[in-house]
């Protein structure tokens, strides 16, 4: 496999290379994490099973997505594919010994704000079947991409054919062109037009019927469901590209003293979905919120709407690793009934 990987680096790069030295490095959660170097340069690896290739391939649309605001920094994508038994990613090495001082964190506030507020000027990836930067991707092979819509495939393994990339945001809509994953979970993201159905069916919703499947009891679950239009109700938010996955850990600050975020789970939806998650399991200094407040202040409403949208990460770690966080995820229904 490293071979093939030092030979596709060497492919897109257009700069021979070759692996020196690989050493293990944390990965996330759910895959092995590796340094790769040569004389010169370093890369991260990320593996898993060949299995996951679809999770690793929107991986790197949702990086060249969020690359292309040139707002906040990311990593960028350099290559993925599969060999053998395994799947593999490798992206952009960033050195995140950085202090993380109050004015690294208020700029991450502000880049993160910037980003929110966004807009592509047209379609910048794709129509469906043609390639999305052949540099990342495997140009031409087609992937059994049933993590994507109704397991249909695109020559790059990540449209549905004919359709125009970010079509539905040009309409105004909620969601993105592919579904990615959360964690290792599935993350629907149909183009929804109203934000208060997408939220109810594709986020909590899911997550409930996932959860119902592995054994667990929401007693008030579906009464949830039922008032999620009610608790929107008069909230239009408007489409913002959201990172989707932003607790501490993905979030750093490099040797340079520059904010950094990745391991995204991104999709065009409410602005307030990243924010909520970053109170909830803390990690982010006063001085980031207070950059952000500068340049795109939050909504009215924000602290109730706040509990709604931690609830799906909660429901998720439940699905994901089950023990307490059913617990925690009644009470936060309870709450929001209440």
Same mark, same amino acid.
């Given at each position: 496999?490293?071979? !093939? *990987?030092?030979?596709?680096?060497?492919? %897109?790069?257009?700069?021979?290379?070759?692996?020196? &030295?690989?050493?293990? %490095?944390?990965?996330?959660? /759910?895959?092995?994490?590796?340094?790769?170097?040569? #004389?010169?340069?370093?890369?991260?690896? !990320? /593996? +898993?099973?060949? @299995?996951?290739?679809?999770?690793?391939?929107?991986?790197?649309?949702?990086?060249?997505?969020?690359?292309?605001?040139?707002?906040?920094?990311?990593?960028?994508? #350099?290559?993925?594919?599969?060999?053998?038994?395994?799947?593999? /990613?490798? =992206?952009?090495?960033?050195?995140?010994?950085?202090?993380?001082?109050?004015?690294?964190?208020?700029?991450?506030?502000?880049?993160?704000?910037?980003?929110?507020?966004?807009?592509?000027? @047209?379609?910048?990836? @794709?129509?469906?079947?043609?390639?999305?930067?052949?540099?990342?991707?495997?140009?031409?092979?087609?992937?059994?991409?049933?993590?994507?819509?109704?397991?249909?495939?695109?020559?790059?393994?990540?449209?549905?054919?004919?359709?125009?990339? &970010?079509?539905?945001?040009?309409?105004?809509?909620?969601?993105?062109?592919?579904?990615?994953?959360?964690?290792?979970? %599935?993350?629907?993201?149909?183009?929804?037009?109203?934000?208060?159905?997408?939220?109810?069916?594709?986020? *909590?919703?899911?997550?409930?019927?996932?959860? !119902?499947?592995?054994?667990?009891?929401?007693?008030?679950?579906?009464?949830?469901?039922?008032? /999620?239009?009610?608790?929107?109700?008069?909230?239009?938010?408007?489409?913002?590209?959201?990172?989707?996955?932003?607790?501490?850990? +993905?979030?750093?600050?490099?040797?340079?003293?520059?904010? %950094?975020?990745?391991?995204?789970?991104?999709?065009?939806?409410?602005?307030?979905?990243?924010?909520?998650?970053?109170?909830?399991?803390?990690?982010?200094?006063?001085?980031?919120?207070?950059?952000?407040?500068?340049?795109?202040?939050?909504?009215?409403?924000?602290?109730?709407? !706040?509990?709604?949208?931690?609830?799906?990460? #909660?429901? +998720?770690?439940?699905?994901?690793?089950?023990?307490?966080?059913?617990?925690?995820? &009644?009470?936060? *229904?309870?709450? #929001? =009934? &209440?």
């Amino acid at each position: 496999m490293w071979d !093939k *990987i030092s030979a596709q680096i060497s492919e %897109v790069t257009g700069d021979k290379f070759a692996i020196d &030295n690989r050493r293990s %490095v944390s990965g996330g959660c /759910i895959n092995q994490g590796y340094a790769i170097s040569s #004389i010169s340069r370093t890369y991260f690896a !990320k /593996i +898993n099973q060949a @299995s996951q290739v679809a999770m690793f391939e929107a991986e790197a649309l949702g990086l060249q997505q969020m690359r292309e605001t040139q707002t906040i920094r990311v990593p960028q994508p #350099i290559c993925w594919g599969t060999e053998g038994n395994s799947a593999y /990613i490798v =992206l952009e090495w960033l050195d995140l010994g950085g202090r993380g001082d109050d004015s690294a964190w208020e700029e991450m506030g502000r880049k993160l704000a910037a980003m929110h507020k966004y807009t592509p000027p @047209s379609p910048p990836l @794709s129509r469906g079947g043609e390639e999305v930067d052949s540099g990342l991707f495997r140009g031409g092979e087609e992937v059994d991409s049933g993590l994507f819509r109704g397991g249909e495939k695109a020559d790059s393994g990540l449209f549905r054919g004919g359709e125009e990339a &970010n079509s539905g945001l040009l309409r105004g809509c909620f969601g993105w062109d592919v579904n990615n994953t959360i964690g290792s979970t %599935v993350q629907i993201n149909n183009w929804t037009a109203n934000w208060a159905e997408f939220w109810g069916e594709h986020r *909590i919703g899911y997550q409930l019927k996932l959860a !119902k499947s592995r054994g667990g009891h929401f007693p008030q679950g579906e009464r949830l469901l039922e008032v /999620i239009p009610e608790l929107l109700a008069g909230y239009e938010p408007q489409p913002s590209l959201v990172h989707g996955d932003l607790w501490g850990g +993905n979030a750093g600050v490099t040797s340079a003293g520059e904010p %950094v975020i990745f391991d995204p789970a991104m999709y065009f939806g409410d602005r307030e979905v990243d924010l909520a998650m970053t109170e909830l399991f803390g990690g982010f200094s006063a001085a980031f919120y207070r950059g952000y407040n500068h340049v795109f202040p939050l909504n009215s409403g924000y602290e109730q709407r !706040k509990i709604l949208y931690n609830l799906y990460h #909660i429901l +998720n770690h439940f699905n994901l690793f089950g023990g307490s966080y059913q617990s925690q995820a &009644n009470q936060m *229904i309870n709450r #929001i =009934l &209440n």
